[in-house]
T-cell receptor, first 111, second 114 residues
Framework: GDSVTQMEGPVTLSEEAFLTINCTYT??????LFWYVQYPGEGLQLLLK?????DKGSNKGFEATYRKETTSFHLEKGSVQVSDSAVYFC??????????FGAGTTVTVRA | GAGVSQTPSNKVTEKGKYVELRCDPI?????LYWYRQSLGQGPEFLIY????????DSGLPNDRFFAVRPEGSVSTLKIQRTERGDSAVYLC????????????FGPGTRLTVL
C-alpha cells in the first residue's frame, strides 16, 4: 500500500539556519504530495503541495519538488525563524481521497 | 469563515465505556474524513463520507468503531466498549469534494481511556 517515510526528529536549529526535512514515498500510480504543518496548540494546516512530477510547491519561504525518479519530496527553507517551530508531516494522496502521512518531524528554532 | 470544529477537545473515559466524538465541517463541504493520530505518529485514515454516505470505512480498526453523518453535515464518530489502545487524538477534516481538493483539519479530540 501507499506509505511515506520522513526524516526522524527532533530537529533543533538556530534562527536563519537552513532547514531540510527528507521525505520519500511508496505508491502505485502518480500520487499528489503534500507537506502539512502543525503549530503548537493548533490543527494541521496544508503548507504546500505538488500534484505531478517535477512540480515545485512553495509557501511561506518553504519549497519542495516532486521527484519521481527518486520518489522524494524533501522540504527546504533557506532561513528559518522562531515562528517556524512546529511539527511537519509529509503526506500523499493516491488515486483516491485518503491521505497517508509520515510520522512527523518536530522542528525547534532557537533565537 | 469558521473552520472545522470538533467537540469535545478532550475526553477521558474508563475502559469499556461508550464515547461519541463530534465534527462540524466547514459549511458547504461535502466530503468529510476521520483520522486517528497516536502519540508520535502521523494521522491514519479511518473513514470517509461523501454527503451522507460512508464511501469508504476501510480504516476503521474493528466493529467497535462506527461513524454517521445523517444530514450530510455534522458527523459523529462512535466508539463502543472503549479500550486503552483507543487512546489517541481523533482528527476530522473536510473538503469541497474528494480528490484533489485540500482537506481542512479540525483541532482534534484527545481521547484518553483509563
Amino acid at each position: 500500500g501507499d506509505s511515506v517515510t520522513q526524516m526522524e526528529g527532533p530537529v533543533t536549529l538556530s534562527e536563519e539556519a537552513f532547514l531540510t526535512i527528507n521525505c520519500t514515498y511508496t505508491a502505485t500510480g502518480y500520487p499528489s504530495l503534500f507537506w502539512y504543518v502543525q503549530y503548537p496548540g493548533e490543527g494541521l494546516q496544508l503548507l504546500l503541495k505538488a500534484t505531478k512530477a517535477d512540480d515545485k510547491g512553495s509557501n511561506k519561504g518553504f519549497e519542495a519538488t516532486y521527484r519521481k525518479e527518486t520518489t522524494s519530496f524533501h522540504l527546504e527553507k533557506g532561513s528559518v525563524q522562531v515562528s517556524d517551530s512546529a511539527v511537519y508531516f509529509c503526506a500523499l494522496s493516491g488515486n483516491d481521497y485518503k491521505l497517508s502521512f509520515g510520522a512527523g518531524t518536530t522542528v525547534t528554532v532557537r533565537a | 469563515g469558521a473552520g472545522v470544529s470538533q467537540t469535545p477537545s478532550n475526553k477521558v473515559t474508563e475502559k469499556g465505556k461508550y464515547v461519541e466524538l463530534r465534527c462540524d465541517p466547514i459549511s458547504g463541504h461535502t466530503a468529510l474524513y476521520w483520522y486517528r493520530q497516536s502519540l508520535g505518529q502521523g494521522p491514519e485514515f479511518l473513514i470517509y463520507f461523501q454527503g451522507t454516505g460512508a464511501a469508504d470505512d476501510s480504516g476503521l480498526p474493528n466493529d467497535r468503531f462506527f461513524a454517521v453523518r445523517p444530514e450530510g453535515s455534522v458527523s459523529t464518530l462512535k466508539i463502543q466498549r472503549t479500550e486503552r489502545g483507543d487512546s489517541a487524538v481523533y482528527l476530522c477534516a473536510s473538503s469541497w469534494t474528494s480528490g484533489e481538493h485540500e482537506q481542512f483539519f479540525g483541532p482534534g479530540t484527545r481521547l484518553t481511556v483509563l
